[in-house]
């Protein structure tokens, strides 16, 4: 595991949450990313599943400045976004890392679940990262690395392994796009 690739994947990460250029995080930039995914899968912003969206980004969100220590509404600085989300990548654990990111990405899979059964198919991921502008080839291979058991089917666990799996460099796919 590469720190230096963690780090640059967060400052990314960081670039691409916050929605308004300004430099810190807010509520706000977390609200802007849900509508954004809502509208790549083409859901109303008034459906339940973006509403569950639109909660765990708030989840996330209220993790994070918990965690920097700065007031409930923020904002968070790169800086402040590093500390933590590197202390939650590199010593807090797995089921941290699942607790503060499951529900981000257990909405996500409500988005693109059609057929309801809580699990992403090879059809259903690939639409997915169509979503985020992953081609079709590379989100077939990405499906093949993703789906440890083999059994067709992406679990929550399998995707938040596949989450931290890109941010130590050892998954080249970004899912949260």
Known sequence: MSTAIATDRLVKRF???DADGNGALERGDFEEEAAKIAHA??????????QALRDAFHSLFDYLVREAGVPAEGPLSKDQFLSVTENL????????????LGPV???????????ADGQIN???FEAWLAGIGVDRAEAQEAFRRVDKNGDGELSLEELLAAVRDYHFGRLEVELLG
């Open 41 to 50: 899968f083409g859901k109303s912003p008034d459906s339940g599943e973006v």
């Open 15 to 17: 670039e691409k949450w």
């Open 122 to 124: 090879a059809g259903e």
């Open 105 to 115: 990405v257990k909405a996500i899979i409500g988005l693109c679940d059609k057929n």
């Open 89 to 100: 990548i590199f010593q807090g654990g797995e089921a941290n890392f699942n607790r503060a």
